[in-house]
């Protein structure tokens, strides 16, 4: 059996140290694979060493978060099977209704960004920030996801790329780069969690976006799987077979699933519920049932 990897990268915001995240995300990971299919779980468990986070996080903020914030919301997601009335109503509110009509306002008009609620402007300059790749930091960090890719495009192993929120940007990122500019061989699998990458607004910042024909993308994706959550305003479009359907007309994808509908991320802290933490994407069986999948027939 050829070596299979799974290869995570986080979103934005500091995150624990690089080992007690690993550790937390493994087990929402293999949580999630279990209630989908718990053959397969069984098997994954022994593939920790095949399981390997881009922390890039310390590098972009300088700072780690406290772990003990994490844990009890972790053991509460996981002692939880599914979302409750309450999240769901949650989920579908005016309130996120109207956050995401501003969003998609922002994404269209730009100028409109500075008018918006503080958390929607911070995160605009954040990744801005990485757009503009000051003092290198955007170079930086995809450097840090290519060094552990590379080697296995090169010997033609079996990868299972997930890209969780802004993570999804800096994979695709990296990725265009390693076709483009190395024209390394071998092909990923690429799964994207509440994915910004169907908005306007990051798409005209795109490494290659600026190229004309095939050369625009990359074309070391085998099947991009594209999965978001009810209420999760960061992924503001959810239609990538639509966004990059130039992608398939070219032949550089085999496919692009979206799996956006009735979809939820039921994690929940002392803030309220989070339509879109990792841990919450991770522990659902919707996902558990698409890396149980590629576990098994890849």
Request: aromatic share 10%; glycine share 8%; with cysteine.
């Amino acid at each position: 059996m050829a070596a299979k990897h799974i290869i995570f990268v986080p979103g934005k915001n500091p995150k624990p140290e690089q080992a007690q995240h690993r550790e937390l995300l493994w087990r929402t990971l293999v949580e999630g694979v279990r209630r989908a299919d718990r053959e397969t779980a069984g098997t994954l468990q022994a593939g920790y060493a095949q399981f390997h986070l881009i922390g890039w996080n310390y590098l972009y903020y300088h700072q780690y978060k406290d772990i003990t914030m994490d844990i009890p919301w972790i053991d509460a997601l996981i002692n939880k099977h599914g979302p409750t009335e309450q999240d769901i109503k949650e989920a579908n509110s005016w309130n996120i209704w109207l956050q995401r009509l501003m969003l998609t306002l922002g994404d269209h008009l730009p100028f409109l960004i500075r008018l918006l609620p503080e958390e929607v402007r911070s995160t605009a300059n954040e990744i801005s920030r990485y757009f503009n790749n000051t003092d290198h930091i955007a170079s930086e960090i995809r450097s840090l996801l290519a060094q552990a890719l590379r080697p296995m495009l090169e010997r033609q192993e079996d990868v299972l790329l997930i890209g969780h929120s802004l993570g999804s940007v800096i994979a695709y990122d990296t990725l265009w780069e390693l076709s483009r500019q190395e024209g390394v061989k071998g092909k990923v699998d690429f799964l994207t969690l509440g994915s910004p990458l169907g908005m306007h607004y990051i798409q005209r910042r795109l490494l290659g976006m600026n190229g004309n024909g095939v050369k625009s993308y990359p074309d070391r994706i085998r099947r991009w799987i594209n999965l978001s959550a009810e209420g999760d305003v960061t992924a503001l479009d959810r239609n990538f077979n639509k966004s990059f359907h130039t992608m398939l007309e070219q032949g550089l994808v085999k496919s692009i699933e979206d799996h956006c509908h009735g979809i939820y991320n039921f994690f929940r802290s002392d803030e309220g519920l989070n339509c879109h933490r990792s841990y919450g994407y991770l522990v659902n069986p919707a996902v558990g049932s698409i890396i149980a999948d590629w576990w098994k027939h890849r």
